[in-house]
């Protein structure tokens, strides 16, 4: 019997205005729910795709070619945001020769092609819903890499893991989820994508254009479901039907009515410390507009120090520095190492212009996904009259949040949730 779809009156709560709260909303106006209501801790829209007033991208960047329009560049697309291409290169003079375009993509190509096999024949559920996997993607990415003999491939992965902040000792479920080995053979022929002016205006721009009601600097004191749905802020009491937690659900905890269930699963959730430096640089390095990567750094994994840096426009001074930290390093031994490292290339630093720590790749240990975590949350949506969506639910990507908000609203509309998972492609 087909249910009833939710009623077009329903006054509909989003905590969490980045890329899958507002692409969340935006669906949702599409569909003809006119009250809906974001809130948003930060005083700026768009959560990890952030940008400074000077065009800097803190922490969601680029995109890869040469593969189909996602979500997101169509979203950009139609909101006339252009975008520009850059190269990138490595900057250890060892591994030059190493990373060299050609060189050694024999043996790459081989455990591409085995991987590739595997992603589709023996670990095809991972590409679907994280609750029915195979045992074997509970291990890490890189047990799994060493049980199937593909070092040649995860090594060319790597840039892809420990270089954006994906922890390889995290189970494998996660990088089988993203980890395309096309893009991970092919991808250094071609060059990546950007947009011009910075990923934040995507979702301020789509906010304005859907006509979304987005209140900035909300700081939630409670959030009471026993009679519909009430959220106080220091300011003002709102009342509500529906709820949506866009963001990362451990950290709404402290203020929530939450279950003993909502306990238990949200409290297994785990993310890295991950760092962003705004910098401006001198050194001829630094003059070309491009994403330079500090190889030795990523492949021996190590802390504290630069994986990359990335130079946007040409025209201008600025860099952004990216770092994976230990647990509890100060940034000014961060800064330390990254003009160390720096210095070593040709470059030099010259001033420090913002900081972002990031709390990312929300993700759960191989424990949690032995009591079945990913099965207990997708029959955990729609409880309470709450629903979840955002990194937490797929992978800390902006083409996957915006995936898996766009098939939850689906969902969530129709009177579809608790289903048996919430599929992110």
Excluded at 180 to 197: C, E
Excluded at 252 to 274: H, R, W
Aim: charge should be positive; charged fraction near 25%.
């Amino acid at each position: 019997m087909k249910k009833e779809m939710l009623p077009k009156n329903t006054k509909i709560a989003i905590i969490g205005a980045g890329p899958s709260g507002i692409y969340a909303a935006s669906k949702l106006i599409d569909e003809g729910y006119k009250q809906v209501t974001v809130f948003e801790k930060n005083d700026y829209i768009g959560g990890k795709a952030c940008t400074t007033q000077r065009g800097t991208d803190m922490g969601a960047m680029h995109f890869t070619y040469p593969f189909p329009k996602t979500k997101v560049l169509k979203v950009s697309d139609s909101l006339g945001i252009k975008t520009k291409t850059f190269k990138s290169s490595p900057l250890d003079a060892e591994e030059k020769g190493v990373i060299d375009r050609f060189k050694g993509y024999y043996h790459l190509a081989v455990e591409a092609i085995e991987y590739l096999y595997h992603r589709k024949r023996k670990w095809q559920d991972a590409n679907a819903e994280f609750g029915e996997v195979t045992p074997e993607l509970h291990e890490s990415w890189d047990k799994l890499m060493d049980t199937h003999h593909l070092k040649s491939f995860e090594r060319a992965a790597t840039i892809g893991t420990e270089g954006c902040g994906y922890t390889p000792t995290a189970p494998a479920l996660y990088h089988v989820h993203h980890i395309n080995p096309i893009q991970v053979y092919w991808g250094p022929l071609f060059p990546l994508g950007a947009w011009v002016g910075g990923v934040q205006q995507i979702w301020e721009k789509l906010a304005k254009k859907k006509k979304i009601n987005v209140l900035l600097n909300s700081n939630i004191t409670s959030i009471n479901r026993k009679k519909g749905i009430t959220i106080k802020t220091k300011k003002e009491t709102h009342t509500f039907d529906e709820l949506i937690l866009a963001c990362n659900p451990k950290d709404i905890l402290p203020v929530l009515d939450a279950t003993k269930e909502e306990k238990d699963l949200f409290s297994q959730i785990i993310t890295n410390d991950y760092r962003v430096y705004e910098v401006t640089v001198s050194g001829a390095e630094a003059e070309e507009e491009g994403a330079k990567y500090f190889s030795k750094t990523i492949f021996d994994r190590t802390k504290n120090h630069p994986t990359c840096f990335v130079k946007r426009d040409k025209d201008t001074d600025i860099v952004t520095v990216y770092v994976s930290p230990s647990k509890n390093a100060s940034d000014e031994l961060i800064i330390k190492n990254v003009k160390n490292d720096l210095k070593k290339v040709g470059v030099t630093l010259l001033k420090v212009l913002s900081t972002k720590h990031w709390q990312h790749f929300p993700h759960v240990n191989k424990a949690s996904l032995d009591n079945n975590f990913y099965k207990k949350l997708a029959a955990w949506q729609g409880k309470n009259n709450t629903q979840g969506t955002g990194a937490v639910f797929t992978f800390d990507l902006m083409d996957f949040v915006t995936n898996h908000a766009a098939h939850m609203v689906e969902k969530f509309i129709h009177n579809e949730l608790p289903s048996s998972g919430v599929r992110t492609f």
